[in-house]
């Protein structure tokens, strides 16, 4: 006979286990107007760009208010010119250039994220180098 207790206690801890080893993908909004000023844009620029290299989707949104709907062509071309300018992190997953809210959702390229999880190679001191350094800090004694 097997102790009921016991057999659901492994299988809560099985359960974290599992819960533990899946990855989340997070949805990070940035909202912009079409008119906006350049220092903000890179701010939003950067907070894309860490937010997928987090792993995270992002989705970035250009709210239409009233007369400005007539810059629609405005507000597309910043979205594109922003997707550019994220360049290889990421590809577009959806987007809906429509009504007053345009937006495009990105998504992480995973080919790029593990290539900057991987270690650089350490370059190799070369012996010669540290022959110099002593030789100089034992003239510096002498003197």
Do not use: C, W
């Not at 599992?18 to 909202?31: A, G, I, N, S």
């Amino acid at each position: 006979m097997m102790d009921y207790s016991k057999y659901r206690y492994e299988e809560q801890k099985r359960k974290k286990e599992q819960h533990k080893k899946t990855t989340r993908m997070d949805l990070k909004e940035l909202k912009m107007g079409y008119n906006i000023d350049q220092h903000d844009y890179s701010v939003r620029l950067r907070a894309a760009r860490k937010f997928l290299q987090g792993g995270d989707k992002v989705k970035v949104i250009v709210n239409m208010k009233g007369r400005e709907n007539e810059f629609r062509n405005i507000a597309i071309e910043l979205l594109r010119r922003f997707q550019n300018e994220v360049g290889e992190l990421a590809t577009e997953e959806s987007k809906h250039f429509r009504d007053r809210n345009l937006f495009v959702v990105l998504v992480p390229n995973k080919e790029v994220l593990r290539k900057a999880q991987e270690p650089a190679p350490k370059k190799k001191k070369k012996p010669a180098d540290d022959q110099v350094s002593a030789v100089s800090i034992t003239a510096t004694q002498d003197i």
